[in-house]
DNA sequence: CTGAAAGCGCTAACAG
DNA sequence: CTGTTAGCGCTTTCAG
């Protein structure tokens, strides 16, 4: 009758201590099952938070304690390598009194997702935005414990997990000199994105890419492609490469999305047969039969796993900074394959129709990435 | 130096009071914009704000006002469909002042992440998962605004968010019928998700494909095929199908995610071409053109975009339930066409050569789905 | 228009 | 082992 017909009440810890017959400090212990309880006692206490259908508030244990919350920033969720670090976040979380929250960037930047996460009292923030200020990221792990996921940096205030990028790239270009390809393009963001510096996961396959294509002395015909960041950019991008002679005979892009961009236009193109493509995060769709694209592994999932893990060991109280490499490996698909012949004119139109052409028969069975 | 090198106690209210030489209720009126404060007075109350960099804590906020902040519960992220509905919610959130969080669901159902949310105070909780009980979702929506986005319960307590799922099946239906197709597959999850009664989306789809067989007069060539909730599961099970004649000439699965994994199938049998495939969400990766698959579009941002809406309106005092049915439509691709010649041993493997398999000439023209 | 005072629900320190 | 007593940082009456 007291509260209308509006919003309800809920049952606070006070309404627990009175109906065990207790001081709300006892209950207080029981829910947190700190020491200095009865058996008896907590019996009954737990009985009435059963009945009533107690739930703390965690606003108010955040005032004092701790809020139980993991806070993981991202850039847009349309990244599907997002996914797998979420899993492992999630996973490591598993058993813990932790939850955990993700707040997506509101723009490029990933810094009022952030701040609306510290603002929420977050125990401990994961940082997925590559292009936070190092600065600033310093100042906000003074405040609570920070992983920044991704980017080569290391603070002696927030903790790091990162893949070996320059291993990686290293694999990459292996595979596809050993193949016999020279003309190889990485695809790769815009140079803000992979300035030195940043300690980019971008900047760095980029450096990694041109010392490979140094180091096997043939440096003329490798070249760097700008693109955005986006699929659609990519393949814009791509399709405006191929719309002129000679083309690549080989391509790496910065990251699967990219790939995705870059394999929509090879299709347009129907060029999937003489231009090998390999991407970079082992996205779960490169497994997919009708895209099966070579790509690099980062292994998203202990990534996620990592830095919830090291959040943790923060909050238990370790003090030092920690920086946990990963390393990648490379999985090869049908995307990628030996150099064909090295005729810039060369074509073949059997392998794959174009989205709404009319397949003929050619000549499929030179050397080349089987699709 | 009494705050030794570990955690910088953060500024408050107080401080700003403080340097600012006013109370620390002024300083809350500033904040919150409320009336009666002097424009003198803001002056300085910001100005001490800015240079204390004050940021006031959402949990001491959240104890008597609200927390600004919407929680968005949802099943696993690897669903493409999620990443529309997060665009959509954070679009309807900009220029507010509330920030969304979003919270994982820990198992098969949400139950953990929606009491999370609300146990961390949300003005506002968006609920994705279908299977969390209605009864239940009932009770919590009399603590807080909830919106339920894709069931088609109509609670006097929360407010819905659904697309039309009969008129959307009616349309692949109308689509593929009208092909000639009359052996179709309705590839869809297991009974529990699809039983009457629980308004779930699957539900009515697949009543809504029933009737539409029952309707053309040909229910014995048409039927229903269980598989799992995931990708890899809707592969084995379509696998499973491709492997005993006669093949359907057309299958329409009940969500995207399915029908990438009988797409998966259908490239390793090299069935593209003759079997017409049709999926529900319209997934960004179904316009790909290495995919291109034909696909109901449910317009998820507006769904989005919707369920903020509605928990804003809630909070700003709506008290009655209000429940927004998004119509969908059908987006044709090649992954469907015109029935190809009606004999269970047809096969052509001109198409898409399989993914390690040697491409073959074929007969390419016959009619089918392009692909 | 401004400020003092009383909590919000909980935890932590301490006294019994 | 139990209960009392102060706040945590903020909002909200309600007097001035």
Redesign the interface.
């Known amino acids: 009758m007291s509260q209308a017909s509006s ?2 009440r ?1 049952v606070t810890i006070q309404d627990v201590a009175r109906a065990a017959g207790v001081s709300r400090a006892a209950v207080s212990k029981v829910i947190r099952d700190a020491s200095g309880v009865s058996p008896a006692m907590r019996a009954r206490v737990n009985a009435a938070i059963e009945e009533l259908n107690y ?6 244990r ?2 004092r304690g701790s ?1 139980y ?1 993991l806070g993981l920033e991202v850039p847009h ?2 990244n599907r390598f ?2 797998q670090i ?2 492992g976040a ?1 996973q490591a979380l ?1 058993g813990t009194r932790y ?6 960037a ?1 723009g490029r930047e990933g810094y009022g ?1 952030i ?2 996460l ?4 977050v125990d401990g923030i994961v940082v997925v935005s590559p292009r936070v200020d190092a600065d600033w990221l310093e100042r906000l792990a ?3 414990p920070v992983v920044m996921l991704g980017r080569h940096d290391r603070s002696a205030r927030y903790d790091t997990v990162v893949g070996d990028d320059v291993a990686g790239t290293r694999q990459v270009m292996e595979y596809l000199l050993g193949l016999g390809h020279r003309r190889v393009v990485h695809l790769t963001e815009e140079a803000a994105v992979t300035a030195p510096g940043t300690g980019s996961p971008h900047a760095l396959r980029l450096r990694a890419f041109e010392e490979a294509v140094r180091a096997a002395g043939s440096p003329e015909l490798a070249r760097v492609v700008r693109t955005g960041q986006t ?1 659609e950019s990519a393949r814009a991008t791509m399709n405006d490469l191929l719309s002129r002679h000679p083309w690549p005979t080989a391509v790496f892009a910065g990251h699967d999305q990219l790939a ?1 961009g870059a ?2 236009a090879l ?2 193109h129907d060029a999937g047969r003489e231009i090998s493509l390999v991407g970079y995060d082992n996205t ?2 490169a497994a ?5 694209l070579t790509s690099v592994d980062q292994r998203g999932p202990e990534m996620g796993r990592r830095a919830v893990a090291m959040l943790l060991e923060r909050i238990e109280g370790r003090d030092e900074p920690q920086h946990h490499v990963v390393t990648p490996s490379l999985v090869v698909r ?1 995307s990628s394959g030996p150099r064909p012949v090295d005729n810039p004119e060369f074509r073949t139109s ?4 174009a ?2 052409g ?2 003929a ?1 050619g000549a ?2 030179l050397p080349g990435p ?2």
């Open positions: 919003r309800r809920s739930r703390p508030s965690v606003a108010a955040s005032l809020s919350t969720l349309g997002l996914t979420v899993d999630l598993e939850q955990l929250v993700i707040a997506p509101d997702a701040e609306a510290a603002d929420r009292q003074t405040g609570v699929e995705l394999l929509a299709v347009e779960d769709l997919h039969p009708a895209i099966s049908d059997c392998a794959r129709p989205a709404a009319t397949p028969a499929c069975d089987r699709r």
